[in-house]
């Protein structure tokens, strides 16, 4: 497998407006713009940082999965997401050697990316996304 950067750090958030405000008006990052993706029933929102981004995450349902994330363990970093040159080798990879997948197979994220998520349990407790960027 061949991680080629951290893509983005996730960090979900009650309300994009509300929490954009620390990232653009006090760290002065550009606001780039937000996504919908319903499959994962979220609104998106990204900032660049260097080569990476920060990615705010509002659920768009109560029982969506950011939604959860917030009740559980409140707002915060939900996820590190690792730039992969091939995600379905990667997957083939980690399954070989014994990492819990949440996606068996890659989806579409944010941004036309393709995704997959491993689970906590396999990763010392943290959500780690997997993207490729075509």
């Known amino acids: 497998m061949k991680i080629l950067k951290i893509d983005h750090l996730g960090i979900a958030v009650k309300s994009i407006d509300a ?6 008006d006090v760290l002065d ?6 996504e919908t993706v319903e499959a994962q029933k979220v609104t998106t929102a990204f900032f660049p940082v260097g080569e990476s981004e920060v990615e705010l995450l509002e659920s768009t349902a109560p029982d969506g999965p950011v939604a959860k994330y917030i009740e559980k363990k409140g707002e915060g970093i939900q996820h590190v997401a690792f730039r992969v040159e091939d995600i379905e080798a990667s997957l083939e990879e980690l399954k070989e050697k014994g990492i819990r997948l949440i996606d068996q197979t890659p989806r579409i994220g944010a941004g036309g990316a393709k995704i997959a998520f491993l689970h906590p349990k396999s990763t010392n407790g943290v959500l780690v996304e997997l993207c490729q960027r075509d």
């Not at 990052?29 to 937000?34: C, H, I």
């Open 19 to 24: 929490g954009k405000n620390f990232w653009s």
């Open 29 to 34: 990052l550009k606001f780039e713009g937000s």
